[in-house]
């Protein structure tokens, strides 16, 4: 029940963070909160705490960074989302370090006042537990565990560009197009160096096939639930990534770059960093990889493309329109869980024909109810907003 209770709480009081300052940013938490994120918060596992702890963070570290006046919910719900996200799995420093990197780094020129405005407490908070993580990992042998203190550097290293980042845009286009190669160059050859820490060395074959599986890892982590035995229907999967396209192509319609920038950096680090760790695990029959792993980051697309500056029935608009394809998502999800288990998923469509072995209720009542709980939802969430922009 805890297991259950610890990441449905982070998500209300994200959900009521994001609701007190824009409508956009509820339906693309919503959006965020993808049918194997609602399965793993349902189940005993340490990726539920650690999903729902990565929208803790982004919610209130964008709240931090894009409101003029921070409000102590943001600040309190980075500093124990954060806990909820690294102390769980050892890759949850990873996520965490990567967020904390992208906000830094859409701070720029002046990271220094994003810390600020976090506060001195919730950084102290956000300090112990990564401290306590970084202990276990020194205890640990593990390569995976040992990776982990690459994680603090990759946040010095976005600090350090975020503060000359006024000097690198004054550069001539030559020279920056040189820094960006070099960049790019240098975390291609960071990636080579982690990689090639598996027992069995760096393995060129297993890399290629770890690559090509991205399409399938990026599908499961909106709907193939459970252990890969439950797909989600293709038009659903599809809806979602719609949705978040549809969000992308609003923020480049604006002209707001700064979103558009974070949803790229998400985006890539979360592949990049899902090949790295699959060649660290040392896998030669497979990989290990599974989509809910990178949720707590990928989640940060949707969320970042919603912190764009948008009129105030626009913005609404909006977000009832995301909420609107979530929720509808997720009751697809229900439906096709409720089918797998009463007549497999090449059974039938009629749920008054889904084996309930023996149970009281016939899973319709269990499905309508579901979908009333969600327009209620929706309802609460959007029901008098202030449709204010921050």
């Given at each position: 029940?805890?297991?259950?209770?610890?990441?449905?709480?982070?998500?209300?009081?994200?959900?009521?963070?994001?609701?007190?300052?824009?409508?956009?940013?509820?339906?693309?938490?919503?959006?965020?909160?993808?049918?194997?994120?609602?399965?793993?918060?349902?189940?005993?596992?340490?990726?539920?705490?650690?999903?729902?702890?990565?929208?803790?963070?982004?919610?209130?570290?964008?709240?931090?960074?894009?409101?003029?006046?921070?409000?102590?919910?943001?600040?309190?719900?980075?500093?124990?989302?954060?806990?909820?996200?690294?102390?769980?799995?050892?890759?949850?420093?990873?996520?965490?370090?990567?967020?904390?990197?992208?906000?830094?780094?859409?701070?720029?020129?002046?990271?220094?006042?994003?810390?600020?405005?976090?506060?001195?407490?919730?950084?102290?908070?956000?300090?112990?537990?990564?401290?306590?993580?970084?202990?276990?990992?020194?205890?640990?042998?593990?390569?995976?565990?040992?990776?982990?203190?690459?994680?603090?550097?990759?946040?010095?290293?976005?600090?350090?560009?975020?503060?000359?980042?006024?000097?690198?845009?004054?550069?001539?286009?030559?020279?920056?197009?040189?820094?960006?190669?070099?960049?790019?160059?240098?975390?291609?050859?960071?990636?080579?160096?982690?990689?090639?820490?598996?027992?069995?060395?760096?393995?060129?074959?297993?890399?290629?096939?770890?690559?090509?599986?991205?399409?399938?890892?990026?599908?499961?982590?909106?709907?193939?639930?459970?252990?890969?035995?439950?797909?989600?229907?293709?038009?659903?999967?599809?809806?979602?990534?719609?949705?978040?396209?549809?969000?992308?192509?609003?923020?480049?319609?604006?002209?707001?770059?700064?979103?558009?920038?974070?949803?790229?950096?998400?985006?890539?680090?979360?592949?990049?960093?899902?090949?790295?760790?699959?060649?660290?695990?040392?896998?030669?029959?497979?990989?290990?990889?599974?989509?809910?792993?990178?949720?707590?980051?990928?989640?940060?697309?949707?969320?970042?493309?919603?912190?764009?500056?948008?009129?105030?029935?626009?913005?609404?608009?909006?977000?009832?329109?995301?909420?609107?394809?979530?929720?509808?998502?997720?009751?697809?999800?229900?439906?096709?869980?409720?089918?797998?288990?009463?007549v497999g998923i090449a059974g039938s469509l009629n749920p008054l024909?889904?084996?309930?072995?023996?149970?009281?209720?016939?899973?319709?009542?269990?499905?309508?109810?579901?979908?009333?709980?969600?327009?209620?939802?929706?309802?609460?969430?959007?029901?008098?907003?202030?449709?204010?922009?921050?």
């Amino acid at each position: 029940m805890m297991d259950a209770l610890i990441p449905i709480g982070l998500l209300a009081a994200a959900l009521w963070s994001a609701r007190r300052r824009r409508p956009v940013m509820v339906g693309a938490t919503l959006l965020a909160v993808t049918p194997m994120a609602w399965f793993m918060f349902a189940v005993v596992n340490p990726s539920g705490v650690t999903i729902a702890g990565g929208v803790a963070v982004l919610v209130g570290g964008i709240g931090v960074w894009r409101s003029a006046t921070t409000r102590s919910r943001d600040r309190w719900l980075v500093a124990v989302g954060w806990a909820a996200l690294v102390l769980p799995r050892r890759d949850g420093l990873i996520w965490a370090a990567l967020i904390a990197s992208v906000l830094l780094l859409l701070a720029a020129p002046d990271p220094d006042a994003l810390l600020r405005r976090l506060g001195r407490r919730p950084l102290l908070a956000v300090a112990a537990s990564t401290v306590a993580v970084l202990v276990w990992a020194w205890r640990s042998e593990t390569n995976t565990s040992q990776a982990l203190f690459v994680a603090p550097l990759v946040v010095v290293a976005a600090y350090g560009v975020s503060r000359v980042w006024p000097r690198l845009a004054a550069l001539p286009a030559a020279a920056r197009v040189g820094v960006a190669s070099g960049a790019a160059a240098g975390g291609l050859a960071a990636m080579y160096v982690v990689m090639a820490q598996r027992s069995a060395g760096f393995d060129g074959v297993a890399l290629r096939l770890t690559i090509g599986n991205t399409g399938n890892d990026l599908t499961e982590a909106v709907g193939v639930l459970g252990w890969l035995d439950t797909p989600v229907p293709t038009s659903a999967v599809f809806a979602v990534f719609a949705a978040v396209g549809a969000l992308v192509a609003l923020v480049i319609l604006v002209g707001d770059v700064r979103p558009l920038v974070g949803v790229v950096m998400v985006v890539a680090a979360a592949v990049a960093a899902s090949w790295t760790l699959s060649m660290l695990q040392n896998n030669d029959v497979g990989s290990y990889w599974q989509g809910r792993y990178y949720l707590p980051l990928l989640a940060g697309a949707p969320l970042l493309a919603a912190s764009v500056e948008l009129e105030r029935a626009a913005a609404r608009r909006v977000g009832v329109a995301l909420a609107g394809v979530a929720l509808e998502v997720a009751n697809i999800a229900l439906a096709a869980t409720m089918r797998r288990f009463g007549v497999g998923i090449a059974g039938s469509l009629n749920p008054l024909e889904w084996d309930t072995y023996g149970a009281p209720l016939t899973p319709l009542v269990l499905l309508v109810l579901h979908i009333a709980a969600s327009v209620g939802l929706g309802a609460v969430l959007f029901r008098g907003h202030a449709d204010v922009t921050h």
